[in-house]
């Protein structure tokens, strides 16, 4: 113990002291041990393992209280003639250190993780938020506070900037993605997804920094979450273990989204595919009702009426069964065809037109209309077709449906 005094006693001390700006105080250190601006600073009652004397000050970057000793050692371990700062990161026992501005990851034993080259370095973890049971993304903070510790055990990750961008380091597998024009993550709870930048468009990674999704998409203001842009309106997109909406295989397709439903199956939902400008339609039982060849798919869309962007209605069938009809339009070229959602049946192919004709009782009352040739008429709610074909006069139907 003695000796340990002795080789204390010439060793250089910090000296922390406030300082006043025009309209607020700060410390530093008037040794010049430690450099910096420090946002608070308070000695604390317990010393270190050898008797030095522990302090607390305020890292006004990350909002953080860290120790550091009489020697300017942070944590006890890292001189703080080596690094300007050094902030330890909760259950994982690393830390990110900072020296002239920039940033670097390290461990215990001081081993270099990330080299201390970057401008920024954002931890977070892939993990089970507490009570709610599902994975979330969440980022390291001050607020991580012993019950998150405890139940916490999931993937921990970092966004990293660089001077021409941001790649995602994973910690655990030790990976990184390529270097993108900016990456964030989305906070829609049910799906939540780490999402790129490139260009102006957006994309999807996974925890490995692999590509998911494609950047195909939009992310609004204030909404971290992505969207394709399909007739004029934003629909939601996401993708898992390789699944557009976890459940169409996301290799097939450039761009998949889910219409009018939550893709777990509720009648008259389903997905448009996309690759390159063509579409294709599947229904919510993921079968393939056309491949993406259509130039065109028209929504049905009634004024002042919820619509799950098809003619839906649930019916009878002549079994008296209840059964579901999904009623869709689309364009091939100039020519026009309507599909059955639910049973993938093509019910009109090469038309000259076919619309939606709206009632003003919402779509209890909407039908089809369409014209071939001389022939014109209406597709009923069991797919049966009333035309010019087979009766002289039709137009007592139209009037029916209007009414």
């Known amino acids: 113990m003695k000796k340990e005094n002795e080789d204390t006693a010439n060793q250089e001390r910090i000296k922390i002291e406030r300082r006043y700006g025009d309209h607020y105080s700060y410390f530093v250190d008037a040794n010049g041990l430690l450099s910096g601006e420090w946002g608070g600073y308070e000695e604390l009652y317990d010393c ?3 008797g030095e004397a522990m302090f607390e000050i305020y890292y006004n970057r990350f909002s953080r209280h860290i120790p550091i000793n009489e020697f300017g050692y942070f944590y006890n371990k890292f001189s703080c003639k080596k690094y300007d700062g050094v902030i330890k990161l909760p259950k994982v026992n690393l830390y990110i250190c900072e020296k002239n501005g920039r940033f670097g990851l390290i461990d215990e034993d001081e081993k270099s993780i990330l080299h201390i080259a970057y401008k920024e370095i954002k931890p977070y973890v892939w993990g089970v938020y507490p009570g709610y049971g599902r994975r ?3 980022m390291l903070g001050n607020n991580f506070d012993s019950m998150w510790e405890e139940e916490y055990k999931e993937t921990s990750f970092f966004i990293v900037a660089t001077e021409t961008g941001k790649f995602l380091y994973n910690l655990s597998k030790r990976t990184e993605s390529l270097v993108y024009d900016d990456i964030t993550f989305s906070d829609w709870e049910e799906h939540p997804q780490i999402i790129y930048k490139s260009g102006s468009k957006y994309g999807a990674l996974d925890l490995e920094g692999n590509v998911m999704l494609s950047p195909n998409y939009e992310l609004p203001k204030f909404r971290h979450t992505l969207f394709y842009t399909f007739r004029g309106k934003p629909f939601k997109v996401w993708a898992e ?3 557009f909406c976890g459940k169409i295989p996301s290799s097939q397709y450039e761009v998949c989204f889910n219409v009018g439903g939550s893709s777990l199956g509720d009648g008259g939902c389903f997905y448009v595919s996309i690759r390159g400008d063509k579409y294709g339609l599947i229904s919510d039982k993921q079968q393939i009702v056309a491949e993406p060849v259509l130039d065109e798919i028209l929504l049905y869309e009634p004024k002042n009426v919820f619509s799950k962007g098809c003619l839906h209605k649930t019916i009878y069938n002549d079994s008296s069964k209840l059964i579901d009809i999904s009623f869709i339009i689309a364009r091939v070229g100039d020519k026009y065809n309507l599909y059955n959602l639910q049973n993938g049946n093509l019910v009109l192919d090469n038309c000259d037109s076919v619309k939606y004709v ?5 779509d209890e009352r909407d039908i ?3 014209s071939q040739g001389n022939i014109k008429g209406f597709v009923l709610w069991n797919e049966s077709i009333v035309s010019t074909a ?7 139907i ?3 449906c209007k009414v």
Not at 358 to 362: A, D, L, N
Not at 390 to 396: K, P, Q, R
């Open 48 to 50: 270190g393992p050898n």
């Open 241 to 243: 273990n390789g699944l």
């Open 398 to 400: 139209l009037v029916v």
């Open 368 to 370: 089809i209309e369409f």
């Open 390 to 396: 087979n009766y002289e006069d039709i137009s007592f």
């Open 358 to 362: 709206y009632s003003r009782k919402g």
């Open 136 to 138: 979330q993304l969440y």
